[in-house]
């Protein structure tokens, strides 16, 4: 292993590095990033698999990615230990937490790393095994590399992990047809396909796990409230730590050891990560901007803060609260890094950051058919009857100031898992889910037990398989914003290969009316969050 000082001479030499090259005409950056990129997520993704080549990255490090560059800050021991617990293999099958949660990728991990991780390795790599990594656990081969490029396919193109879950048993629901072309077509355990969720800025979760089974009572876990966090979140991110080595790392139970768990904890919730240099607007915390990750550590937070709903249903997000919990007070004005560039030039690349801001903060959108939004109270919805239709932004439903999850667990389905009735090859915004599995399930008849006519199909059946509720099928969670540009692709399926695509689902499940040069502007703006 590296020395720390070797290692932290090479990493400061590779911060200065970025920062000449921002000093670059933009036609040389676009190459300059890509003939790093790859180096950065080669070093990194060795790190993190096998501790062996370096043991600290420094805050103040960038990582290049197809945006520009992202940078993950350590608010405790001036950066990243690569050392700990959660960069150890406490399994069976050569995994630790970072195979999965990568500092070159945001601490997530980009389908471009998991291709040229298979490359390097010839898909021996331990993000490759069969357990969760390949699109089955049976009737796969993986003896051959054909067989490997075939089996992982979802994780080299998509990044997506499988997640098997059982049905619950006390289910107000029937699976009655899983149709998956990789062969887990069982309808007692159902595969779910989704995107490693990173692990950093967790101090703003409101809900654990996508489909939030790791704060739910039915798992044991807790419901993260206003009255019990952190102390929640601290308790279900150690709970969190162990399912994740005795499944995903196939371990013994023994390890993380509660003293493990606790430093996994303290690691995970000290670290903070964005975007730090954009391809084109360079440093983004220059010119009175405040991009970058170091200003989160300080973000004020508390669960609904900002609470978009709390305004409208008082009894519901409880306190609520933009200053102080319960002022009932909501600004949809969420991110306001870019304000100082509102003034510069319209050319300048920088001015189209501050446009997508204000887009993201102000375009209106028709929200209809979002099920936690406008259906009824009795399913879920925000009031008795249903909202037909909610006048909203893209704050709406990602509230918390300057990181842009939803600050209250309220899980939602805008429907990037459920089919287009005119096309069940792409959800309700167009995209294409053809690579999923179709999953359909009835509402039982509560004095019979058998199915009933109203039925869904979807790709994904969320927080359903979780707590068993019907009303509750493609529901999720949304995701912190930051640090995008480092983990493409997107939405919890993989199913916006680009931030384009994203915006476009938008445009295409909401009837959300953008110019082309509001789209670009929207995207420069999440590129460099």
């Not at 000093?23 to 950065?40: A, D, I, M």
Request: with cysteine.
């Amino acid at each position: 292993m590296r020395t720390f000082a070797q290692q932290s001479s090479f990493m400061r030499c590779l911060s200065q590095f970025f920062v000449s090259s921002f000093r670059l005409p933009h036609q040389y950056k676009r190459n300059v990033l890509s003939g790093v990129f790859l180096t950065v997520a080669t070093l990194t993704a060795i790190v993190g698999d096998s501790g062996q080549q370096f043991s600290f990255i420094p805050n103040g490090t960038f990582l290049a990615n197809p945006g520009g560059a992202s940078e993950t800050y350590s608010a405790t021991g001036g950066g990243i230990d690569l050392t700990g617990p959660f960069f150890q293999s406490m399994g069976t099958n050569g995994r630790s937490c970072a195979t999965c949660h990568q500092p070159s990728d945001a601490m997530s991990v980009a389908a471009a790393n998991a291709q040229q991780r298979f490359d390097q390795t010839q898909g021996m790599d331990p993000i490759f095994r069969t357990v969760d990594g390949s699109n089955c656990n049976h009737t796969v081969d993986v003896s051959t590399l054909a067989g490997r490029s075939a089996a992982y396919s979802l994780l080299r193109t998509r990044g997506l992990i499988r997640i098997a879950i059982a049905v619950p048993l006390n289910a107000d629901y029937r699976v009655v047809n899983v149709s998956n072309s990789y062969g887990c077509n069982e309808s007692h355990v159902i595969s779910m396909y989704r995107r490693p969720l990173p692990a950093t800025n967790l101090r703003f979760l409101s809900t654990v796990m996508f489909d939030g089974r790791e704060s739910s009572p039915a798992t044991g876990t807790t419901k993260i409230l206003f009255s019990n966090y952190p102390t929640s979140l601290l308790n279900d991110l150690a709970h969190q730590s162990v399912d994740a080595t005795t499944g995903h790392a196939q371990g013994d139970g023994t390890r993380p050891t509660p003293a493990e768990q606790q430093q996994i904890v303290n690691f995970e919730m000290a670290l903070f990560t964005a975007q730090t240099i954009g391809s084109y607007a360079g440093r983004l915390d220059a010119h009175g901007a405040n991009g970058g990750p170091v200003s989160l550590a300080t973000q004020p937070f508390f669960l609904s803060i900002n609470s978009s709903v709390n305004p409208l249903v008082p009894t519901l997000e409880t306190p609520g609260g933009l200053v102080m919990p319960g002022d009932g007070k909501f600004i949809p004005a969420i991110f306001n890094p870019f304000d100082a560039w509102t003034a510069l030039p319209d050319t300048s690349p920088r001015a189209a950051v501050a446009r997508g801001q204000a887009i993201f903060n102000s375009k209106p959108i028709n929200i209809t058919g979002v099920a936690g939004i406008n259906d009824d109270v009795s399913v879920g919805g925000l009031v008795a009857g249903g909202i037909h239709s909610l006048q909203g932004t893209c704050g709406t439903c990602h509230d918390t100031p300057n990181v842009g999850n939803h600050s209250f667990p309220t899980p939602l389905n805008i429907g990037t898992s459920d089919p287009s009735p005119s096309n069940a090859s792409a959800n309700l915004g167009g995209l294409d889910v053809s690579y999923l599995p179709a999953i359909t399930v009835c509402k039982t008849d509560l004095a019979t037990g058998r199915p009933t006519s109203i039925c869904k199909t979807t790709t994904d059946l969320g927080q359903a398989l979780i707590d068993g509720r019907f009303d509750h099928v493609g529901k999720i969670k949304g995701p912190i914003l930051r640090g995008l540009s480092a983990r493409a692709p997107y939405f919890h399926n993989g199913s916006a290969q680009t931030l384009l695509d994203a915006v476009q689902f938008y445009e295409g499940r909401f009837g959300l009316v953008l110019t082309p040069q509001e789209e670009s502007d929207l995207v420069a703006f999440l590129s460099v969050l």
